[in-house]
């Protein structure tokens, strides 16, 4: 049996490897341990525990780390004090494969505990190109990393010109997408329209009809803008004039401006017809991006998700520059005008036509059998 | 004036930036703030900070964030802490580039701390190849910094398939060699002897006669052998039966048992000819690898300061494994006869001839300039 | 000149050493080092180094060191990492004396950083009685502190039981008195209305007629109930209908249970007339107390400043417990209609008789003449 | 079953709590849970791991948390980090009850940890009076500890005076006499004999003649300069000219001063007839106090084990300051000739008469019995 540890560190995280998490345990040869933390055992962040353990899955170790302040200072030493955790946890564990997800700040506290500890480290969604501190991060985990799981083709290409060994690159699809297929496949938005009327603040919004999805985050490199920015958006949406379903942002350095921005732009103009989300189960959010006129902002599931579901959507700013993109993207810069007039050309789309430049939907099960059968040489050696 | 924050961890990281933090604190337009923390600050590791004060620099900050312990886990859990340190320093100085130095495990605390909060990161000695889990750490920061100062060409060569723009990649040479041309032009053995003689324990040296040097290390990723492994150096010295100096190893992972090691040995042969060296001045090592027979162990010096100076080395392991080497380099595994065998192949040459691979020694005063006239983009992209 | 640190880490640490740090200002032989952190750096409690800055003080150092999570657990490793801190900011500013305020869990931290680097320390608000943690930590405060302020004469009286040496107990009576003296005489009701109605959201207050006052915190021994307690004391100001000034908790372990508790009242209670703050100007808040037919809850401004007021104050449960009181508080515990019953009797008295036991409004400057004049040993000893 | 969870700092915490240990793993209905941290899971200071296994006990955690440096700066930051890592112990572990010894510093970080956790803390050792930091310590330890275990009847009246429940002070003795008793009644001083000829480093000592005993321990208060103050206790010994055996000191903040101060007075004076030890198993350090001539320097033992073995006790300096003594002590302060003539005088005495201050030897026992019955209200209360 191999002892598989799996650090999540935030609702996200969970999305994008939950498929994986389901074929660890069902595996006959692995054992799964995950290990919450971050902004993954706040509550106000949502309680993501009893979301997990409801999917039938065990929690391992929850670990508290997040620095009140989410100024780039507190993410600096939320991670110092999340390598300190880490590797207390990772030193009872003993696992036989840390597996991590992305590029959030916080995963190279994991990374790090666990490549400075020996224990072999196994990476999704490496090589992929973006804006923000989270390129520079993505690379450098790829380079502590000894397991690539590269979500697309482009992604697999450059983690081997980054120099790693090409026997240890596996390009298996993106594990979102495996859920993404069987949401759509197994559930009806028709199922998921409780939950949403149930949660959320704001106006109530008529699912029958045609509605937006707002998502955007703060950018760590411009952060000091970050209320300035969501209010030209909001301004864009207001033009536009159909209802809105908006998601608060993540809890990175910023995310206080920004949401003071959301929060003054929803007193300023009672009468707009906006719902807000603190979160949504990842089932809710895949059929309202299936089912939405336009996603816009700057998260990356319009660039994933959206490309096998479909979705028009607006992509705004620097946030996932560089990230390989499928049709059904239409991206704009921080300008009220430009943004409006992307979402009127989107709006006026249908669907876009599936993709699969981020897999089909079988990372998960591919993921598990590689982590069963390979053996990794702990020393790592750049190949030129 | 722009400042100028340069993380030093240990005297190894000082003999190697000593030279540019010369030429920065000439330079008109440059303000060197000095930070000492790691082993740099450890009475028990030689008093850096009155050495450093006394080449005529001022320390702006000296931190404490090693954990006791030399292992892994201490390792993992040091760099947290200096996470947590550095970023409270940096927030307090806010420099214009944090300059910072190879690939010590500590060493990615202040990078990481210095990229999280949008402050530029030089580094020197990127791009090499090497064996331990130096050679993921190194790779990681290249990702993080955004002004690359490599050594030699085929580092830099390196850095920039690792995707970094070349118009940040300033191949100056090692600033090690710039140390050891002065050492050599203006500094006489004679004047080091006294030095020499006064400090160490053990037997008494005669520096007119054939000496052979030692300077082996741990190496991470195979800590919990570091007795055995220093067991079969130290006998095959004592088959040569040429008197040795030795100087004890880094506090890294493993050093308490390569020390134990070393101890050990000493007890079981009381009336073998070595004498014993916490550390050296700059200027002594400088002069013992001029005069020295052989260098034996695993030291980066031997491969650097040795190329420039014509040293005979047997380089034992892994922990140097990749590096470029000049014809000076005999490289052998942890097997007693190779290295006996190694040993008297060197001490029948003389000095090899002088190598320019590592630079001419002028390094620092490049890194000086570049550092007064670059611009940088805070906002890193990989090059394809 | 004498540096003295002052350690902030509240609002409410602001408040209750805001006279004594005027004085320390003015005094010829003092230096003032404010040193902000936990709480009073966050801007979700407000942006207090701003009100600070505009009060006409310097701010030494900023430090962020509360784990996010506000559980006895995230409570314990702020604590933790506010020494890891605390030490370094002492490290570098050496002050004379360390100046601490109260009973809170991270004031822990700076008085074990100053103690163990043998920085005398100086404590207000020592000596009292109390329930929660508070208490523990408030006795163990005096047990490493040199200098003792307290500020009332049982206080003084108990810390000379404890075991400290009578030479270094002074009773200057509470520094937030001093505050009370200067507002009431200085300014009106009337200037600050136009701010109290500018802030907080929910009803509209009539400042004219009567109205009570709530603020009310969790207790951390018993933090799992918060949620149940308020909403008791939500339910009897319900019955009482007369509309009312609510103050959000204090970031403690259960402030998160108790917040919700409000939210779901206000949710479920819609045409209640309250108005919900995040906190007041010091000067808000005490013309409030001026004003208010009932301060409820369990804050211990109603038994110090109330008491130099004469406001009818409501206290609720333990928190408070052991604390001395003057005639104008009404105790009872958390049942419904026992705290229904008292805020019925208190409203019907008008303002009680001022109090003294509280101090006359003094303390900042008998405190900051002590602090220049008083020589103390290092070495503590029990004086039994 | 309750979980007893007992912290383990260094080799002298666990001779203090051994009887302990063992009464609490033969109690039916208690359960042992071992957490070794600060010096006890150092290498360098004896594996003590291995000792307490051997011994017969589990270890359920080994932490890691002294940062570098032996500085009061470094004590603190320790303490900082050791709250940390004691929280996610505790969280994990959830014991009924968290037994701590004594006043060492990072004693504190546990004690936080637990009092902050609402896990009811028992502390042994408490109530007594001393020198340096260890002073203010034990007296904070004892306001934050639910159940009291002193040592002797004067301890116990203090921990009273210091407003603690009567009912919640059972003096039951010190657990160290227990073990001495023990020793004493069950081995042989031949039997150690091989052990101690075995160890240590320096001049062989004739065990059937007269020796001293050196144990001096740096005082935090004055720690600057161990180095002169232990030199003076040295020239004394000198002077005496009997065979000396010296322990090294514990790693307080000073102990690198001291060490030094050593090391050079054994260069300086290579023929003087000393042995050193960096400890001893306890039976050993029990039968040496019992043969000695004179036990000399600052440690606690002299006056413990010392008053009930009748050891004639040389007691330097502050460090003891306060504590009760038997008539064995002869207490000096930093004198070379007091020092001179106070051996001189105890040599004379041959072993003085048994006394009981410290206990018969029944404490373990005592201890497991009352932690199996107690029930302890979290909220605490000073009883003044």
Known sequence: MKKIAVFIGSRANYSSIKSVLIEINRHPNLELKIILGASAVLDKYGSLDKIIKKDGFKIYKKIFFLIEGETPLTMAKSTGIGLVEMSSVLDSLKPDVFLTIGDRFETVAGVLAAAYMNIPVAHTMGGEVSGTIDESIRHAITKFAHIHFPASSDAALRIKKLGENKKNIFLVGCPRIDLVKNVLRNTSFNNIIHELKKNGVGSIIDFNKDFLLLSQHPVTTEYSNSEQVIKKTLN????????????????????????????KFRENNINIKMRFYKNFSPEAYIHLMNKTKCLIGNSSSGIREGAFIGTPVVNIGTRQQGRRVATNILSCNNNENNIYNAIKFQILKNKYKKSYIYGKGEAGKKIANILSNIKVNIQKKITY
Request: hydrophobic residues 45%.
């Open 236 to 263: 864009a949406i207001n033009r536009i004039n159909i209802q809105t379903i908006v998601l608060w942002p993540n809890p990175d350095a910023g995310s206080a401006l920004l949401s003071k921005g959301i929060r």
